[in-house]
């Protein structure tokens, strides 16, 4: 894959084609008289995203231009302006800085960090889905990032791996805080009639009531969680609203059910994350950081780096893009078999000046009366614009006559009573839906379901778990936010907290009994180290972690092992092979062999030890095997006879037998040897001297 700019915009492909970056009336113009943009790299639903040279500074910069539609609306480009400058007082390693921003003319811009590398979006459709390890290095630093957002007051309300940058160098970086709003303000994603966000990755809180918190930005974390492990979006639809409409009526579907053989701790976590209530969700993403944290760091090896060998396909280009959308709020047009998604009165408003909807008339001074919506469960009938409608009830009723209209009007309002109540029960009165109760205390959850109008029964004895605490809420059945009939029976499964076993005390066992010692406390065995010790080989004599320690199931424990004891080799030399073996006892284990090949000694006698291996002093293990050399004794030789021969001969035979000539023979004498010294079958040492002489 070629390289891209790390820029915070979907990409529409069909924009970065060089006829279109040629065409562009802003390329090649110098903004506010300092920017020259160079060319288009990027266009989104809110801005299009430029490479520009600060003709003041000399450097490159990313350009965000917004669109003409939405600069030409005065209350969008104020929103853009004090919206960049409160962005450009974070501070912080993993968000993109913020440079800049103005006008020029009708073009409202923002200048930002230039990042070169790619986004999350582009490495997801390279790998198709990312291993536990590697989600969790992109999202620990967005979080970081998102935190110091949260801490500064800020809501991001747009968290998607578009905006998550991934430079060359390997930096994460969050970007595109233009939709950020101070958490001290009304930070809707329906400003004022206009919703705004990527329907994707949208809480149900702001498609239902229009709030944007930090639990928002959370929840579009977790969903962004979830695609990088499964490669996947988490709900589908024809249309963006279908999307929407999942948001709020289903909850994120686990991701080990897309990808059998994911750690279920990924799934607790992704449900924590983006769990429909946000009161159940992390308060902010600090807090979730710190759970993401607790939960990498309680998976082993195994678990996160689970589909290293094989990834899933990238996935299909999604039916709605992932770009951050802007539409008015009676826009959005509910297919008719989906239920409204709760959108405020002036929305509605909007809707029926648009489509010609006839929705009830809210309470007024006039009228005294409440124009009551229809009954849950009781069809509205259709309009013009495919929208549900009732007829308003009238206002003041014309005074006709005391008696007969108070009659009529009770009539009227008993049967209206009856008709709506019946309505109510067999609709949606005799319902009920499942609240959200994961990670309560029990007593907490308990009363909350029967507050309900639902009955509680416990799964089991619950279940270990590594990031909900004892006694509180892990699962339950059917899951939050179902709608189930009143008085029915919900199953709830309490966590038991971690799951730790003791380390039995090994010491004194021998090694297969330490090891079925752990198989049976649900821990493994480990390497085995052996040392010196006096207890018997094969005996252990500790372990790492050391007994009493609590532990995960499965966790290794390291063995220490006796080799027996150490000895200290003595001097062996001038012993007998039956002296050498009585120097060592039985518990050391050090046994004494002879060498095979024994040597002449002039110094220790035949059948003593000349010399060992290993040599004295050495300290040796257990079971050490000592080898010995024998003496010979002296090398002796048998003195020929030489008598009566020439000097000559008789010096040959000597020298034959190993002996040395001391020739003291006189001339003119008889020539033959007369006298040898040693006397001929003498032992003697061999290379010793012998006299011949001839008188």
Known sequence: MGKTVGVHEAVDPTLLNMDTTLNDPLVGRLLDGRYRVDARVAAGGMATVYRALDTRLDRVVALKVMHAGLAQDPESTRRFILEAKAAARLSHPNVVNVFDQGTDGTVAYLAMEYVEGRTLRELLQDLGNMTPREAFGVLEPMLAALSAAHRAGFVHR???????????????????????????????????????????????????????????DVYAAGVVLYEMLT???PHHGA????????????????????????????DTLVRAATVRDPEQRPSDAEELLGLVRRTRHAMPDAELDFGAALRLPPPPEPINDNATSVFRAGEVMLPPHLAPLGLSVDSMDDEQARYGGDYEE????????????????????????????QPALPGRRRRRGPSRGMLVLAVVLLVAAGIGGGAWWYGSGRYADVPGVLNMTQADAEKRIKNAGLKVQYIGDGEFNEIVAKGSVISTDPAPGKN???????????????????????????????????TDAALKPGTETKVASPK??????????????????????????????????????????????????????????????????????????????????TNVPYGTKIVVVLSKGPDLVQVPPVTGMNPDDAGRALQAAGLRVNNRMIPLIPANVGKQDPAAGSMVKRNSEVFISNF
């Open 158 to 216: 747009d968290v998607k791996p578009e905006n998550v940058l991934i430079s060359d160098d390997g930096g994460i970086k969050l970007g595109d805080f233009g939709l950020a709003r101070a958490t001290t303000t009304t930070a809707t994603a329906a400003t004022g009639k206009v919703l705004v966000g990527t329907v994707a990755y949208l809480a149900p809180e702001q498609v239902e009531r229009g709030e944007s918190t930090p639990r928002s």
């Open 231 to 233: 490669g996947r979006q």
């Open 239 to 266: 249309t963006a609203v279908e999307v929407i409409y999942k948001h709020v009526h289903a909850d994120v579907p686990p991701p080990s059910h897309a990808v059998p053989g994911l750690s279920t701790t990924l």
């Open 362 to 389: 809210p309470y007024s001074e006039e009228q005294q009366v409440y124009a009551p919506a229809a009954a849950p469960g009781v069809p509205a009938q259709a309009t013009g614009g495919g929208y549900p409608h």
């Open 484 to 518: 189930v009939t009143s008085g029915s029976t919900v199953k709830v499964m309490l966590s038991k907290g971690p799951e730790r076993h003791v380390v039995p005390a090994l010491a004194n066992l021998k090694l297969e009994d330490a090891k079925k010692a752990l």
């Open 536 to 617: 018997p080989p094969g005996t252990v004599v500790g372990s790492t972690p050391a007994a009493g320690e609590q532990l995960q199931r499965d966790s290794v424990v390291a063995l220490t092992v006796s080799r027996g004891p150490d000895t200290v080799v003595p001097d062996l030399t001038g012993l007998s092979l039956d002296e050498a073996k009585a120097r060592f006892q039985p518990p050391t284990g050090i046994t004494v062999e002879a060498d095979p090949t024994q040597q002449f000694s002039d110094t220790v006698p035949q059948g003593r030890i000349m010399s060992f291996v290993p040599g004295v002093n």
